[in-house]
């Protein structure tokens, strides 16, 4: 058996979870996904392991949030007017909104609270603040030519 390298193409199964266990991705369902190993396509600690695997294979590695999506920031849940929103729409809590921030980059929001008044919405990834635990099965390389 060989194990695949920097340039090879891998067929993976994984899962991933938080910490707590709650299942939070993965392949079941889709079938296996493809990644370029050295194309940065997936974390760099998950293609380090996948190295050292041979088809068949099974790994669990953690990323620490630090090096997932980051900690949760306060600073990112805003409060926003509903005269700021568009007066056609009926916020919810789970919507998406859009935002433009000072530096022109547009940034996602998600809708947690409603009033009268305002929304209060965030805007940190759903899985900032979580260490993720994927469990990797290599299925299959395809050797770069």
Known sequence: MTNPKTGDTVAIDYTVTTSEGK?????????PQTIEL?????????EQVLTGMEVGGEQT???PSDNAFGPRREELIVDIPRT???PESEPQPGMALTAQQQDG???QLIITDVNEEAVRADGN??????DLVFGLTLVDIKNAA
């Open 125 to 130: 990834h759903p899985l900032a603040g979580e």
């Open 61 to 63: 590695v953690t990323i």
């Open 23 to 31: 299942v939070v991705g993965g392949t079941e369902g889709q079938g």
């Open 105 to 107: 980059q547009s940034m």
């Open 84 to 86: 700021q929103l568009p």
């Open 38 to 46: 050295g194309a940065g396509q997936i974390f760099p600690q998950i």
